[in-house]
């Protein structure tokens, strides 16, 4: 079965073409402002190369970092209308009371704390306030909001509050963009909501952005089905995708890890990921990516979702340096350093500029940035290690030295010597292993809904049964099926010992060529 | 003794408690928010020794009630708790000197300074169970047969309820655990009043220092890249049950609280072996291949493998690497009389006390 992989990152824009797992080509281009030219040409090269007479692609998987890197730089973020329906319970502690301040202002939500919500068993907590929510609405609406999340307390369980206000909502704001909490999280009002909020603030960019991917395979000429990879490794259609930006967050490192495993042949390593706005600091074990405990942070914000245990820093190849503030980052400037860094003619001083000044990569023209102090040059890349060891070393989990692999476009900034690392490797292609591991991505299966009338090892026995259906569905080989997450919340207020079960498997896609891609 | 209880003092006495947790007491994190919170506002929290304390002086005993899973949703308002200690003085008409914690256990180790802070009274340093427990007759008060009553209850609606009498500390549990399920198996309230005598008796003395000693171990290790479950146990004088992958977690809600069993499949030197840890809101009793290792009230704790942080019952979660130690219990636990209250027949289970720790 052919592939392409693609990787869109806020500074390069890599492909990877294979059959089966063997790679037939990769590229590395820049990302363009309006993201669609820099796949169109990614595509382009790959495909140009390719004989006369190949055989069509058969899917398509795109990995894309522009998510999480506005969750991290703060930008291109909408401003929100949060809606939290469970007072008068839960007042002291507000919408996004946990954020870091400068991303609560980033998003500037306007929240609003209305009564209603239900027990745990399903009864009311109080009734659900309709005026107060048309209120909201309107001052949402006249505020210019257009995107907005509405969490309610126990919507997992019953979603009643959430859909109604909604409709509310809608009925107010017909062109609204409504991210309800039920929909993305589980029990814990705090991390649902959290989640809600981040995801509206990423909708605009979410739908943005696969216009912008299904615009430039129609003018690649490609007619196969179009995938995101999602924080766990698998894919899923992109029209679903664009919904729910947050479960891309995490696509680019967990693809990038995956690659990197592939490349190197290492199942148990660590993995530095480099890429021109951040770089993910993540452990391989067996082969896949260290999954974080419990609560996991997303640019500081807290939330319960299933994630690789990541440590994101704000250092890539497009870092801003400013010379008279003596700082490095967290600023990037993303695509644009094709024309912004000082080796490309720009005004802009970056990381690239400053490893090309002390000759660790040779990337445009080296004569522009000759005017660097050496002292200068030679403090920034001694503060750059110390960031990498730093970080590297708070991802250990022994005092003993770590492989260290080294992969991304700008994986020249991680020194070949590192305190804390017994060897830094960097490998052919590293520079596209999250390409690589985009075409590599899994598919998966997952049930989320209310069995009764049967014990719990029935109920479980059946979602696990529905959800390697669906895998194998959407092309998974029957041998390669692993439960990924296998969870179920007793509902006590229904009868027959009802409980909320979510399943969901994850297995290799089938190489046959019969088999036929959802 | 009396001092202030410092900013940076939060922290890890969350961490702390959380292990003391024993899987239950609800997380602390949201306490933890709260406080820091009240902080923020200015509001600040001071800490008494419990040997400081005038026999007669009145001390209320606060703590948060319910399912930890609702807790989650409900989260934490620090005006109900303070709201359940002026209804006490209201229906006793006795001012309180202090405030202190029925569990230093999870959530409620926070609950006296959300109260304290609000009502700007001292708070002890010293709890009635030196972990966390589901029940009210489970505490060291009760195992002293202190009086059990009056019990105030509030939730977040503006119901407001007083246990006046109960005729045993069983009693005051089930007319208690009532309301607080009628109510959402969430609520704050004030246990019935102590005195300065009381506490000095029958408290679990000095278990906030304690707690925020732990904490400080475990972010110290984490610091010095050394191992916080070894550093836990180092603190502790306790000893490592089991090591592996969570596999499985069966709950259910019943009656206000969270049973089941999680299921651990061994790694490293545990390899193929399986520990089942039932719980009732805590950890009970863990067995090994079918037979009980270690039981209440021995504490049982799921660390976190690599950051050593606790996992309570309603957060363990399939796939997650973790390792289950047993901590020493307070001696008042230990007696003929504490077992009685808290052993392991107190949670349905058939089984003869025996501490991991016995000789």
Known sequence: MKRIGIDVGGTNTD???????????????????????????????????QPGG???????????????NAVVERARLERVGAIRIAMPAGASLPPMV??????????????????????????????????AVREAAMRIRDAGIRSVGITALFSPLTTECETE???????????????????????????????????????????????????????SGIHAPFYLTQNDGTVVLARVAAANPVYSFASGPTNSMRGAAFLTGLKEAMVVDVGGTTSDIGCLVGGFPREANNVVEVGGVRTLFRMPDLLPMALGGGTIIDLDKGTIGPRSVGYRITSEALVFGGSTLTTTDVAVAAGLVEIGDRDRVRHLDRGVVRDLLKRIEVMVEDNVDRMKTSAEGVR??????????????????????????????????????????????????????????EAVKIARERAMEAGARPSSIVTLEAEDIPIAYLPGDARRVRVRVVGDISFSRTSKAA | MIRDFAADEIDPLAIGAWILGTGGGGSPYLAQLNLKKLYRDGRRCKLIDPLALDDGDAVAVVS??????VGQERLVDPAHLARAVRLMEEYTGKPFRAVMSVEIGGGNALSPFLAGAVLDIPVVDADAMGRAYPEAQ?????????????????????????????ASWKWMERISRKICTEVGSTSATCKAPRTGKEVKEWGVLHTVTKATSLGRAVLGARAAHADPVAAVLDHEGGVELFRGKVVDVDRTTTGGFLRGAAKIEGLDGDRGSTLELSFQNEWAVAFRDGAPIAMTPDLICLLDTVSGEAIGTETVRYGQRVTAVALPAPAVLQTPKGLEHVGPRAFGYDIEFKSVFAS
């Open chain 2, 64 to 69: 948060k009630m319910g399912a930890p899973l």
């Open chain 1, 404 to 461: 260290l692999i080294a992969v991304g476009g700008g994986s020249f900034l991680i020194p070949e010597r590192l305190k804390g690392a017994s060897e830094v490797l960097r490998v052919e292609h590293a520079g596209v292993a999250n390409a690589l591991g985009a075409a590599m991505a899994q598919v998966s299966g997952e049930v989320d809904q209310v069995f009764s009338g049967m014990g719990r090892d029935a109920a479980l026995a």
């Open chain 1, 165 to 219: 206000a909604a409709d509310i909502v809608r009925s107010v704001i017909p062109q609204a963009r409504i991210t309800l909490s039920h929909t993305l999280g589980r029990i814990g009002l705090l991390e649902r909501e959290n989640v809600t909020l981040l995801n509206a603030a990423l909708q605009g960019l979410g739908e943005g952005t696969v216009d912008a991917f299904a615009e430039a395979l129609r003018e």
């Open chain 1, 54 to 68: 190949a055989s069509p692609v058969d899917a398509v998987m795109i990995g894309t970092t522009h998510f999480t």
């Open chain 2, 138 to 166: 489970m505490t060291s008060f009760a195992i002293g047969d202190l009086q059990m009553y009056p019990l105030t209850l509030v939730d977040c609606r503006d119901n407001e309820a007083i246990v006046a009498r109960a």
């Open chain 1, 98 to 131: 946990d954020w870091p301040d400068d991303l609560r202002e980033a998003v500037d939500p306007m929240s609003f704390m209305v009564e209603g919500g239900h027990e745990y068993d399903g009864r009311p907590l109080v009734p659900l306030d309709r005026e």
């Open chain 1, 15 to 49: 492909a990877v073409l294979i059959d089966g797992e063997t790679v037939l080509d990769a590229v590395k281009l820049p990302t363009t402002s309006d993201v669609m030219q820099g796949v169109v040409n990614a595509i382009g090269s790959v495909m140009a190369r």
